[in-house]
């Protein structure tokens, strides 16, 4: 199934492989042994490897670019920095939340729409008819 998602699991092993938190790269070489287990378990493995290289590769990249950030603003601007991103997203995040209608005002709203009308007469002849049939 593509995306290896299952809509018909019931338990989360059924998702597929799980390995506790191990280190695929030890002192940036990457573990064959710990490879080989994740590729045995999926599908299109020649494929997935290249996705787990470039994620890799972005990670040594980010780490990259961290250091050269501390090096020329200094550690504590930079954490100073990343707790500003942290704090406005969350501002963010809250004022996008607050302004989802809350469940009561859109029942209200959408309660008469002709999918809930037919659904509701629907719903009305079902009733009578299994009374009628007691």
Same mark, same amino acid.
């Given at each position: 199934?593509?995306?290896?998602?299952?809509?018909?699991?019931?338990?989360?092993? /059924?998702?597929?492989? $799980?390995?506790?938190?191990?280190?695929?790269?030890?002192?940036?070489?990457?573990?064959?042994?710990?490879?080989?287990?994740?590729?045995?378990?999926?599908?299109?493995?020649?494929? $997935?490897?290249?996705?787990?290289?470039?994620?890799?590769?972005?990670?040594?990249?980010?780490?990259?670019?961290?250091? +050269?950030?501390?090096? $020329?603003?200094?550690?504590?601007?930079?954490? /100073?920095?990343?707790?500003?991103?942290?704090?406005?997203?969350? /501002?963010?995040?809250?004022?996008?939340?607050?302004?989802?209608?809350? +469940?009561?005002?859109?029942?209200?709203?959408?309660?008469? =729409?002709?999918?809930?009308? *037919?659904? *509701?007469?629907?719903?009305?002849?079902?009733?009578? =008819? *299994? +009374? +009628?049939?007691?």
């Amino acid at each position: 199934m593509p995306g290896g998602f299952s809509a018909n699991a019931t338990e989360v092993e /059924q998702e597929g492989l $799980r390995l506790p938190p191990v280190k695929l790269y030890k002192r940036g070489v990457l573990d064959q042994e710990i490879l080989s287990i994740i590729l045995s378990n999926i599908r299109i493995a020649d494929q $997935r490897i290249g996705d787990i290289k470039a994620q890799a590769a972005a990670l040594a990249i980010g780490e990259k670019r961290l250091a +050269a950030l501390v090096d $020329r603003y200094g550690a504590d601007t930079v954490e /100073q920095a990343i707790g500003e991103l942290k704090a406005r997203a969350a /501002q963010q995040m809250r004022a996008k939340i607050a302004a989802i209608p809350d +469940a009561a005002t859109t029942r209200a709203r959408h309660s008469w =729409t002709p999918m809930a009308w *037919s659904m *509701s007469r629907c719903a009305s002849r079902c009733a009578s =008819t *299994s +009374a +009628a049939k007691r």
